[in-house]
């Protein structure tokens, strides 16, 4: 399956796995680029540019195929200016495939990455910021629906408008994000325009996600209604599973809470434990609407070829599904 996006990072298959907090480590990230797709390392999940290093080092003795990073410029309470110029600087200097900004554009560090060789992409929600970014010299966009994991943008667009709004307003190549699970999503994506798709949730729903298997198997069963977006008040929205912590959020939000208590109720090291010991109430659990298609879990391998083979046979057979 050759569009501009598998030709950009090298890779065989248009599947991308975009950041996840504490879950692209070096092993998924492997195992992703290992079965034909672009694997990722989350940058945030390290404290230093060094400790990123060492991270791509793991990644490239796991792998040698192509690899990105993501890097959120989303303001942290964790990392500061200095430690962003650090993962920049060390991406360029072990000249990664790919990064993958989120958040404010990367403007400050283009160059420095354009003259490494690194191919650059980054996660819009709107078509002002998709022609920003186009603007701005990266490679690639990355159109992010609505109903996605993680932080969606404010305009709250799902992504069947925004990926054909996008693909119409910009030359370089898009990528879709949010709702995409399996070769359905695969087929419909690149039949509104896209060369290629980014995919959060499912991953975690894979073998080689190191999440406690009580994380998959609430998965497999929650539907695709059971997301709450938190945090809309303070500006930052996040789509998390409904649990316990999601709807305790969402009614002091309600009535008006304090930024500080929000940030406590939001921590990563809360992610990071519930992620670990598979409790699935107390924490902030990101997945997006797509958790009502995950219906088992599998390894990277399989996802991807029943991906690419099932988007074949639907853009093959539905020509001959609709003649007379
Ligand atoms: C558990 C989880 C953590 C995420 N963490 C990040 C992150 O650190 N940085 C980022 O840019 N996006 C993050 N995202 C968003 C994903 O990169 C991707 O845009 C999104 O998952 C796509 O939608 P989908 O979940 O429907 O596949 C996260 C998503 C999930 C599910």
């Known amino acids: 399956m050759r569009t501009r996006i598998t030709e950009l990072f090298e890779i065989e298959y248009p599947v991308i796995c975009g950041g996840m907090l504490w879950l692209a480590t070096p092993e998924l990230c492997a195992a992703i680029s290992n079965a034909g797709g672009l694997g990722n390392i ?14 791509i080092q793991r990644a490239r003795q796991l792998t040698g195929k192509p690899f990105g990073v993501n890097i959120s410029l989303f303001p942290s309470m964790r990392l500061t200016e200095e430690v962003f110029d650090d993962f920049f600087r060390v991406c360029a200097e072990e000249r990664v495939k790919a990064i993958e900004v989120s958040g404010r554009p990367a403007v400050k560090y283009l160059q420095m990455c354009r003259q490494a060789g690194i191919k650059m992409m980054h996660k819009v929600g709107a078509v002002r910021h998709a022609l920003n970014i186009e603007r701005l010299g990266y490679d690639a966009v990355i159109s992010l629906g609505f109903e996605a994991g993680g932080h969606p943008l404010s305009d709250d667009v799902a992504a069947m408008v925004l990926l054909p709004r996008i693909v119409e307003s910009v030359k370089i190549p898009v990528i879709s994000a949010g709702g995409i699970v399996d070769g359905r999503g695969l087929a419909a994506a690149l039949t509104l325009g896209a060369e290629g798709v980014l ?29 709450a977006l938190v945090c809309k008040s303070i500006n930052l929205q996040g789509r998390a599973l409904k649990n ?33 010991t598979g409790d699935v109430e107390s924490a902030p659990l990101m997945v997006g609407q797509s958790v009502g298609l995950i219906k088992e879990t599998v390894t990277c391998r399989e996802l991807l070829q029943s991906m690419v083979k099932d988007a074949r046979e639907i853009l093959e057979k539905n020509l001959a599904r609709f003649e007379g």
Do not use: P
């Open 199 to 227: 995919m959060g949730t499912r991953f975690i729903a894979t073998r080689e996600c190191r999440v406690h298997s009580r994380i998959r198997e609430e998965l497999v069963k929650r539907e695709e209604h059971e997301t």
């Open 42 to 55: 989350t940058a945030c999940n390290y404290n230093s540019g060094e400790e990123l290093r060492a991270a």
């Open 244 to 276: 316990e912590l999601a709807l305790q959020i969402l009614e002091l939000e309600e009535k008006g809470i304090e930024l500080a208590d929000l940030v406590s109720l939001m921590s990563g090291q809360r992610s990071l434990k519930a992620w670990q």
